[in-house]
Each structure stands twice: as C-alpha cells, then as structure tokens.
C-alpha cells in the first residue's frame, strides 16, 4: 500500500530553485495562430476550442516519450505554455497575467489520424490528444524575474531541421485573453497549466527521433521518441 499513496504527483521543474511546481490541470486551446488554421485547411473560429490532457501526460524536458500505440501519424506542436499561480471565475483579461507564475515550452504531442477520424464523426478529442506522455514541457521561468513574453521566436526542430518557426506577436489571442476565456467555463486554480496553440509547421515524428523546441527567452525543450511499448 505504501507505494499507492506515495503516487507520483505530476510536476514541472523551475529553473534557478529546488522545488518544483505542482502541476495541477493542463489546458490547451486550438486555433491560435492564422497561419496554422490555413494550413489545417480550417476556418478563424470566434472561440478557439479548449481540451484537456491529464497532468499525467507532462513529461519533464529530457524525457522519452514511447511511440503511442493506435497511431500512424504523431505529430509535433510547440506551444508557449503558461503555469498559473492564482485563478478564478471569470477572470478580466486585465487582471489575466497577475496569475501567471511563469512559463515554459510545450509540445503537445497529437494522434493526427485519429483527430481526423474523431473530428469526422462528431467523436471526443481523448485518445487524439489525451495519451500518456503526451505533453512534454521544458523547465519554467518565473514571470517575477523574466516578466510576460509578448514576442520572440517560438520554434521545434526534428533531429536538428527546423519545422516550425513563428513569433508569439502571431497569436490570435494572447495569453491574458486564453485565460479569460478559460476562466468562463472552469474555475481556474494555482497549478494549472494552459498549452496556448500551435504555428503552422505540423508534422510526424517517428522512432529514434530527437524533437528539440523553444521559445525566445523562455527556454527550450528536447525530447527521443523511443520504440514502441509492448
Ligand atoms: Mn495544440
């Protein structure tokens, strides 16, 4: 029994002290960057989708992610990720970034064919987006000392060659904004994390391939797909 209750509690490391953020929920939101929802061959939608990943599925920068099972097409999407320090309904937008802590570098990692087949047929986004492993997120950096990313080069890179590469002036919504509109519809609290949309740049990965991706002055992330499980 001893092992049940000392689970292991999802966190994030946080660069330049010991103890690590407790991870609570981990938000991501869709559509939010013009060139990205051209080349999915969609339209600009007036409130980007929000799903979820458990907190389970982050993985610490450095981390192997074994090749998910049921997939013939995993893809990678770099994501500016915020970490939120405090919370609340119906959060003013204005009031959005005072419950930032900091921000880290994600890859939210995505079962493309079965998004497809699930987008198709009405269906759930779980097993497209919601797998174990599926949210890599590199160290955070304190919004106290670094202050709030308005712009810099967000980028991935599969064993070396740059796939995708924006900045984050490209987002539709900022973060402030993806907060408030987070905040309508769940009660946000300290610990949870929000994955905040993805450039144009999608594509596979496959085993034995090394994904590296960063955001300007926020940090970068590396992660091997390994072979997989059996
Ligand atoms: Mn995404």
Partial sequence: MTELFDYYRPS???????????????????WNYLDHIKEMDRKRVPQPPVFMKPADALLPDGGEIPFPAQTRNLHHEVELVVALQGGGL???AEEALGHVYGYGVGIDLTR???QEKARKGGEPWETSKSFDYSAPVSTLRRASGTGHPAKGRIWLAVNGEVRQEAD??????????LIAQISLFFE?????????GTPAGVGPVKPGDHVTAGVERVGDVHIKVGRPRS
């Fill in 188 to 196: 946000l609290k300290p610990g949870d994390v929000i994955f905040t």
């Fill in 168 to 177: 984050l002036e490209d987002m539709i919504r900022k973060p402030a904004e």
């Fill in 12 to 30: 994030l490391a946080v660069r330049g002290i010991e103890r690590r953020f407790p991870a609570r929920r981990v938000f991501c939101v869709g």
């Fill in 112 to 114: 493309r064919d079965l």
């Fill in 90 to 92: 119906n959060i003013p």
